[in-house]
């Protein structure tokens, strides 16, 4: 787990260096990575608001989970990008911990007009682009806000979980279905044509029918399974 933590921090380092300095270490991270850091970087820029994704890294050890922390704050605000998205550290032992200015964000978005107003929950940070390292055993049925896009689970050993701790992780990221999807109505399953193509059942058929159903069963179609009975 600790080597594989700091490979994945490394990783998330170089691709955010790679994006913005040295694009020679592209090579150094997987196109999955860059694509997640290339549209946590960009997305701001696209709209007025300034409004972006959820990265969410799933780490279950805390101690690796503050170094994750630290590391990648520490690359990012060499990088300058410190207003450009948060790291947020989500403990179910601890609370949020904003920075002031995305405090202010929030604020700006969501019509917010008291000054000692904080984001409490994950929900309050709808829109805000930031990674939420996720530690703690258990995800414990946290909501997010629609503006969660991916979840990084490399660090979860699916080999050792029971089904519904492996359920609980996977649905950390089967929260909400898009907008596209729940935009037009609903359409009903019309099967009123398939029923009327149904020929009607005759009256032999009918009485065939009665009979077969009367017919006792004989030994040899009967359910078998059990032993036979000895002679």
């Known amino acids: 787990m600790v080597v594989r933590c700091y490979l994945l921090i490394q990783q998330y380092s170089e691709a955010l260096m790679a994006l913005t300095i040295m694009a020679s270490l592209r090579d150094h991270s997987t196109p999955e990575t860059l694509s997640i850091m290339d549209d946590l970087l960009s997305c701001p820029g696209k709209n007025k608001s300034g409004r972006g994704h959820m990265l969410i890294i799933r780490v279950p050890s805390v101690q690796l989970a503050m170094l994750a922390k630290e590391r990648l704050q520490e690359v990012r605000d060499k990088l ?87 359920e609980q992780e996977v649905g950390l990221a089967c929260c909400y279905v898009s907008k596209e999807v729940i935009r037009g109505p609903a359409a009903a399953l019309d099967l009123s044509g398939k029923e009327a193509e149904r020929a009607p059942t005759s009256e032999n058929e009918s009485e065939e029918l009665l009979i077969d159903l009367e017919r006792p069963q004989s030994n040899s179609s009967a359910v078998t399974g059990t032993s036979a009975s000895p002679p």
Not at 94 to 105: G, K, Q
Not at 111 to 126: A, C, F, K, S
């Open 80 to 166: 300058g990008l410190q207003y450009r998205f948060e790291i947020i550290l989500g403990s179910p032992t601890s609370e949020l911990h904003i920075a002031t200015h995305f405090v202010a964000r929030l604020k700006t978005w969501r019509g917010n007009d008291q000054e000692d107003w904080i984001p409490r929950t994950y929900q309050d940070l709808e829109g805000l682009p930031c990674i939420v390292i996720l530690t703690g055993k258990d995800p414990l049925g946290e909501t997010f806000p629609r503006s969660l896009k991916y979840c990084d689970l490399r660090l979860i050993d699916s080999s050792y979980l029971t089904r519904t701790a492996l």
